[in-house]
């Protein structure tokens, strides 16, 4: 039996893999730059159109989506940086990484 090039490609293609990637930087996003990693990965895992954030090779969920697919959340990650609200109350915040959603869920497009 002979193995058909494009029936390999289709089920290669159809195994839910993140198929669009972005690399993203802190030049990118200035002081809302959310973590300690000089680089971040968005990625789109098809089919569920799931937004993940891959740092230091290791993928974060951006929603719930790509939580229920068993990512941890990136705001739950020891990358995440802190953001003094108020010095003067010492009130300290993570930062936010909703900064990425917008860019890794227009990969899912």
């Known amino acids: ?22 690399v993203v930087t802190p030049a990118d996003y200035g002081e809302t730059w959310p973590i300690s990693a000089t680089s971040v990965e968005l990625r789109c895992v098809e ?4 937004p993940v954030a891959r740092v230091q090779g290791v993928d ?3 929603n719930g989506v790509a939580k229920q697919l068993g ?3 990136l705001h ?3 990358y995440i ?5 108020d010095a003067n109350l010492g009130i300290v915040a993570n930062k936010d990484v909703g900064v990425f959603m917008d860019r890794a869920l227009a990969l899912c497009k």
Not at 1 to 22: S, V
Request: glycine share 4%; with cysteine; aromatic share 12%.
């Open 47 to 50: 089919p569920q159109q799931a």
């Open 60 to 62: 974060y969920a951006l």
């Open 81 to 85: 940086l802190k953001d003094t609200l």
């Open 76 to 78: 739950e990650s020891p």
């Open 1 to 22: 039996m002979r193995y058909r090039p494009f029936l390999l490609a289709a089920l290669l293609g159809a195994c839910g893999q993140p198929q669009r990637t972005a």
């Open 71 to 73: 990512y941890p959340y």
